[in-house]
Each structure stands twice: as structure tokens, then as C-alpha cells.
């Protein structure tokens, strides 16, 4: 079946470093990969999704990059902001295209 | 600005009792979906709708049962509620496509008392 795995649970970095959140996933198709993020107390939200081709998506200065070989799509930023603190999942679409999630990377930025 | 909506935010119940939650787009998408969010925010696939139609049921316990009026509604009652199902409860749609964007509603917070 299809399942996303997030290994880390919790996540703290010092404003100005880079983030890097792990996502790998097992699917029998050709999925569609996307992050997701949630703010305390908020709906989750698209951060960024994959491409059918090779085109890195990026939003909000996050990008990911889908590596077919070993089935991963980890977040990246350059450089983490205060208001980047959120839950972060990782999520595949494939045959019935419904939202199969990571368990999720609660991420705090610390002055 | 929100475009999917629930009712109620919260609700608190006992255990045996029967709930409903409400959900309205307004996106005019074809596909609604209802997931589960425990204490441990571990998000999970209940059901979809596209059209009214039931399209997936992820094992979900009897006792759920998901009711579609017209496109732009998909509510989800709960018949007789156990501990377990304390959870927020997030409504969502898209146009239905595996890389549609999903957009989720604020959930509804049901505690089981």
C-alpha cells in the first residue's frame, strides 16, 4: 500500500539555519508528493507540490526536490524564520487520489 | 480567506451519543473528503465523495457514516461515540485529481467524554 515516512518527530533550530525534513514514501503507482504545513490552531495548508517533470517547486523560500530512485522528497530552506514554526506533513496522491500522510515534523525556531 | 467550512468548531459529548459535523465548499470542486486528526496529530483518510458518489472508505468503523446532499456538502455522523473518537475532524475538497490541491477546512474538535 502507499505510506510516507517522516523520522523525525520534533525538530528544533536557531533562526538563521538551514531546515531539512526528511520525507520518504512506498507506493505501488507513480504518486504525486506534497508538503503540507500547519499553524497552531489552523487548517493545513499547501506549502508546495511536486512536478510531473523535473522542475524543483518552491514557495515561501521552501523547495523539495522528487527523487524517484530513492523515493524521497525532503523539505529544505536556506534559512529558517521565526514564523516557520509549524507542524510540517509530507503527503502522497496516487490511485484514488486521496492525501496518505507522514505523521508529521513539529518544527520550532528558536531566537 | 476560507472556503471550506465546518460546523460546529467544537463539541462535547458522551460516549454513546450520536453527532454530526457539517461541511460546505465554495470552491465548486467535485471531490470532498473527511480526515481524522488524533491527540498525536497523526492525520488520516476517513472517506472521499466525488459527486455525491462514495469513492473510498479507508476501514473505517460502522458506526461512521458519511452523507452527501449535493456537491458542496459532505457531512459525517457518528452514531454511537466511543472515547476513541476524540479527534479533530478536518473537512476538505479538491477538483479531484491526484495533484489537485487539497483544502482543508478549520476542523471540528469532538471530545468524548
Known amino acids: 500500500g502507499d505510506s510516507v515516512t517522516q523520522t523525525e518527530g520534533l525538530v528544533t533550530l536557531t533562526e538563521g539555519l538551514p531546515v531539512m525534513l526528511n520525507c520518504t514514501y512506498q507506493?505501488?503507482?507513480?504518486?504525486?508528493l506534497f508538503w503540507y504545513v500547519q499553524h497552531l490552531n489552523e487548517a493545513p495548508k499547501l506549502l508546495l507540490k511536486?512536478?510531473?517533470?523535473?522542475k524543483r517547486p518552491e514557495h515561501q523560500g521552501f523547495h523539495a526536490t522528487l527523487h524517484k530512485s530513492s523515493s524521497s522528497f525532503h523539505l529544505q530552506k536556506s534559512s529558517a524564520q521565526l514564523s516557520d514554526s509549524a507542524l510540517y506533513y509530507c503527503?502522497?496522491?496516487?490511485?484514488?487520489?486521496?492525501?496518505?500522510f507522514g505523521s508529521g515534523t513539529k518544527l520550532t525556531v528558536e531566537p | 480567506e476560507t472556503a471550506v467550512f465546518q460546523t460546529p468548531n467544537y463539541h462535547v459529548t458522551q460516549v454513546g451519543n450520536e453527532v454530526s459535523f457539517n461541511c460546505k465548499q465554495t470552491?465548486?470542486?467535485?471531490?470532498m473528503y473527511w480526515y481524522k486528526q488524533d491527540s498525536k496529530k497523526l492525520l488520516k483518510i476517513m472517506f472521499s465523495?466525488?459527486?455525491?458518489?462514495?469513492?473510498v472508505n479507508e476501514t473505517v468503523p460502522r458506526r461512521f457514516s458519511p452523507q452527501s446532499s449535493d456537491k458542496a456538502h459532505l457531512n459525517l455522523r457518528i452514531k454511537s461515540v466511543e472515547p476513541e473518537d476524540s479527534a479533530v475532524y478536518l473537512c476538505?475538497?479538491?477538483?479531484?485529481?491526484?495533484?489537485?490541491?487539497?483544502?482543508f477546512g478549520p476542523g471540528t474538535r469532538l471530545l468524548v467524554l
Open positions: 476538505a475538497s479538491s477538483s479531484g485529481g491526484a495533484r489537485d490541491t487539497q483544502y
Open positions: 507506493s505501488t503507482y507513480s504518486p504525486f
Open positions: 511536486s512536478f510531473t517533470d523535473n
Open positions: 503527503a502522497l496522491s496516487a490511485n484514488y487520489n486521496v492525501l496518505y
Open positions: 470552491l465548486g470542486h467535485d471531490t
Open positions: 465523495y466525488n459527486n455525491k458518489q462514495l469513492i
